[in-house]
């Protein structure tokens, strides 16, 4: 997978997140809560609970992991 057809299959995932841990790994998950958004952009809270055998290393793996 190119990464165009990364991003194509990503946006076109509800509810999907692309997460850092903020030491250098990443996952790319629907497993998470938050509350219901509006139809207009607003402010959310979101929870996430992410093993950890799910973090890679790169947003590619992340991804490819997840499709």
Do not use: H
Request: aromatic content about 8%; proline content about 1%.
């Amino acid at each position: 997978m190119n990464d165009t057809e990364r991003l194509d299959w990503l946006e076109k995932q509800d509810g999907y997140a692309l997460i850092s841990d903020d030491g250098g790994r990443w996952v790319c998950t629907c497993e998470g809560m938050q509350n219901i958004p509006e139809e207009e952009a607003s402010d959310i809270v979101t929870t996430f609970f992410i093993e950890k055998d799910k973090w890679k290393n790169t947003i590619r793996e992340a991804i490819d992991s997840a499709g």
